[in-house]
């Protein structure tokens, strides 16, 4: 799954020319259609542009400041409202910078009739700092999101995983799902569980149309489901841990994407703990941060962060009996890294719309 030299944009002058640097300012503006259009709504980009931003990440070409929370219902608001500000700029071959503001409100799809999360990316020119591109953050967002999944299953999980577990069955599930089992021929199994039946119902039809060859179960609770995975993926909004140590089998690979699923005990029972990137796992009292905070976990606990484990530096799994778990907080360099792919496409494919800054 290696980014190959000609899958790679090329840092050219004629490229960056193309790309649309270094001309008269304007922003290409591209809504979700279009970049589904140029195969963001797949996840073979995804994937690729992932394993290129965890390398980066490894060998320290990037920078990435912690990103704010803004709460407007402070203390007492659910822990999935918020906007989140993601900054970062991305080396490599065409280095960019940019912005992903991402807003949510765990109640939108019953109380609005919308989406959960929402928001936009913004692309600048590493060079002269001028923003080149703005675009439609939810489809890049939920695609990066199972593209780590993707990824970290290749080093983390048993090479021959045929069964995967999901507790939350929205788009974010959605996404994780169709990601795994586009690039994971082999599963068999998938056990879905979610508060609302008529969510699970709804994946389940939708999963077993694209890949009628799996068997799709939904579980009569998280229990039964997490049980079943041979690689488990939590995509919801809890905000209390409520998976212990005791459901995961041995041998599980848990993805712990919604990040406040499972219990303390997991995290110091488990067998390798992995994140994205400690400054931004170890913080907001996350369950990995209330850990630090007790004294029960520290930096020289944590396994590895998984870019370190893309190239090679730390091992993955290492054996087929060991349970690991992935702390994902979610890193700005992904959603730019995955919005530089599509951005340099739009420009081949002539795709978007062209905004005049002035």
């Given at each position: 799954?290696t980014?190959?030299q000609?899958d790679?944009p ?8 193309q ?17 589904a ?5 797949s996840s073979?980009l ?5 394993e290129?931003?965890?390398s980066?990440?490894?060998?320290g070409d990037y920078v990435?400041?912690?990103?704010p ?6 203390k007492?608001?659910h822990i999935a409202d918020r906007i989140?500000?993601?900054?970062a700029?991305v080396?490599?071959e065409?280095?960019?910078s ?8 765990h ?14 990316i913004v692309?600048n020119?590493?060079?002269s700092?001028y923003p080149v591109?703005v675009?439609e953050?939810?489809?890049i ?8 999944t993707v990824?970290a299953?290749?080093y983390?999980a ?7 577990a999901?507790?939350g069955?929205g788009?974010?599930a959605?996404?994780?799902?169709t990601?795994?089992l ?9 056990h879905l569980f979610?508060?609302?039946q008529?969510?699970a119902e709804r994946?389940a ?7 009628p ?5 939904i579980a009569?609770?998280a ?10 993926v939590?995509?919801t ?5 409520y998976i212990?140590?005791e459901?995961l ?9 919604s990040?406040m699923?499972v219990?303390k ?5 488990a067998?390798?703990v ?5 400054e931004?796992s170890?913080?907001e009292k996350k369950v ?6 007790e ?8 396994h590895?962060?998984?870019?370190e ?10 054996n087929k009996?060991e349970?690991?778990?992935l702390?994902?907080?979610?890193m700005?360099?992904e ?5 530089r ?5 739009a420009?081949?494919?002539?795709a978007g ?6």
């Open positions: 799954m980014i190959q000609q790679r090329q840092a050219s002058a004629d490229v960056q020319k790309a649309g640097f270094h001309t008269a300012p304007e922003l290409l503006y591209l809504n979700r259609e279009a970049i259009s140029l195969g963001g709504g073979k995804y994937a690729e542009a992932l290129e931003a965890l980066l990440h490894a060998r990435q400041p912690l990103k929370y803004l709460r407007s219902a402070g007492d608001g989140i500000a993601m900054p700029h080396g490599g065409l280095p960019l940019g912005i992903k503001w991402i807003g949510s409100k109640d939108n799809p019953q109380a609005r009739g919308l989406e959960r999360a929402s928001g936009v692309l020119d590493a060079e700092n591109a675009m953050a939810g489809l967002s939920s695609m990066r999101t199972a593209a780590v990824v299953a290749r983390l048993r090479s021959s995983f045929a069964t995967i999901c507790v069955c788009l974010i959605k996404a994780q799902l990601s795994l586009e690039h994971y021929t082999h599963v068999s199994d998938v979610d508060q609302s008529a969510a994946l039809e939708t999963l077993h149309t694209a890949f060859n799996v068997r799709v179960t009569a609770s229990e039964k489901a997490v049980r079943e995975g041979e690689v488990v939590t995509c909004v809890a905000d209390s841990p212990p140590f459901w089998q041995k041998g599980a690979f848990v993805s712990n994407i990040i699923d219990h005990e997991a995290y110091i029972m067998d390798k992995i994140v994205d990137d400690w931004q170890n913080r990995l941060n209330q850990l630090v905070l004294g029960r976990f520290s930096r020289e606990q944590l590895a962060e998984l870019g484990i893309v190239i090679g530096s730390k091992p993955g799994r290492e009996d349970i690991i778990i702390n994902p907080m979610g700005a360099i959603d730019i890294a995955c919005a792919r599509i951005y340099i496409e420009f081949k494919e002539g719309v062209r905004l005049p800054l002035y």
